[in-house]
């Protein structure tokens, strides 16, 4: 048994299997048999577990959400409409007063 680690260049994501290696007595040959253990993050070495069809990650869900920073995200966004409501209403002033002349 062993580890093998596969980087994808499509992507840039490295997966990591583990390969069991058994003899095939039709073929007369060793075989491997690969099943996936997870997704490797480059910086810190550490193997993040997955099912390989890109679906969450089972003790993600079981996480409860951050709401506070889920919060201060609405806010920034909230204030940046504003802002541009605010821009907008200025030039639509500045567009009706130049017709006005």
């Known amino acids: 048994m062993a580890i093998i680690h596969q980087h994808d260049k499509r992507s840039g994501i490295t997966y990591v299997y583990e390969s069991k290696s058994y003899w095939d007595k039709e073929k007369k040959t060793s075989r491997a048999k690969r099943t996936l253990i997870g997704r490797l993050v480059p910086e810190?070495?550490?193997?993040?577990?997955?099912?390989?069809?890109?679906?969450?990650?089972?003790?993600?869900?079981?996480?409860?959400?951050?709401?506070?920073?889920?919060?201060?995200?609405?806010?920034?966004?909230?204030?940046?409409?504003?802002?541009?409501?605010?821009?907008?209403?200025k030039k639509i002033d500045k567009l009706e007063g130049s017709k006005q002349l």
């Open 44 to 89: 810190t070495g550490e193997i993040i577990p997955t099912d390989g069809r890109c679906r969450k990650d089972k003790i993600k869900l079981e996480e409860a959400p951050d709401y506070e920073n889920l919060y201060k995200k609405a806010l920034k966004k909230l204030a940046s409409q504003e802002t541009l409501i605010a821009s907008l209403q």
